[in-house]
């Protein structure tokens, strides 16, 4: 079957919780990769939060880090997922392949989804 | 641990971006049904590990570990046992 899971997230938010906790939240929940690209652009920030929420939802992952869900940006631009740890084991223990993503952020916010197959959801 | 129950409280009117008051709602109550988001979430573990001087473990960073105040003071009981 296929799953599917979104997020909205407020890029003010993201940037108050950058200015309020700094690197302790920065290091928690994205990766080096991530944060080498997207560390001074909250809309960026936002945006990969909300795709690591809407893998959550998707593959209904719970107990898992979020810098164990990282957004790898491709040469062209284009955003894909990768799974580690304890969320890419919760994910192979479901039969989840084929992880698509897509990202869009605007003004105030920025949004993810996630669809997989899921063969064992 | 009613002293971990009024500093949590703290930390939920600080961070938790309820709708409701963090100082009157009562232990029980459903905290993402109070307006908390996933995000809001991490902004208060953040402040949890600051106050209580712990690290939450990736294994509980759930859902369940943040849906309620007595559910968080357990967890930091758990947390600072030991300690």
């Known amino acids: 079957m296929m799953v599917v899971g979104i997020d909205l997230v407020s890029i003010a938010r993201i940037a108050e919780s950058v200015a309020t906790f700094g690197d302790k939240f920065l290091a928690r929940v994205f ?5 080498a690209y997207a560390r001074a652009k ?8 909300a795709a ?15 810098n164990e869900i990282e957004v790898v940006r491709r ?18 223990a479901i039969g989840a392949t084929d992880l698509a993503l897509s990202l869009s952020h605007e003004d105030n916010y920025a949004t993810a989804i996630v669809v997989a197959r899921c063969e064992k959801a | 641990m009613s002293e971990n129950v009024g500093k949590i409280r703290s ?7 309820l709708t409701k008051d963090a100082e009157s709602l009562e232990e ?5 049904q109070a307006g908390m988001t996933s ?30 105040i007595s559910a968080i003071s357990s967890v930091i009981t758990e947390l600072t046992a030991g300690k």
């Open chain 2, 39 to 68: 995000h809001a979430s991490v902004n208060v573990m953040l402040a949890l590990e600051g106050e209580f001087d712990v690290e939450f473990p990736d294994s509980m960073l759930k859902r369940s570990s943040f849906e309620s």
């Open chain 2, 11 to 17: 930390i939920l009117k600080e961070h938790g971006r």
């Open chain 1, 42 to 49: 909250p809309d960026s920030l936002a945006a990969r939060f």
């Open chain 1, 31 to 35: 990766t080096a990769g991530e944060l």
């Open chain 2, 28 to 32: 029980s109550a459903d905290l993402y």
């Open chain 1, 52 to 66: 690591k929420e809407a893998t959550k939802k998707a593959l209904q992952l719970d107990g898992v880090g979020w």
């Open chain 1, 75 to 92: 040469p062209s631009g284009a955003c894909e997922l990768q799974l580690h740890g304890a969320a890419r084991a919760a994910a192979d």
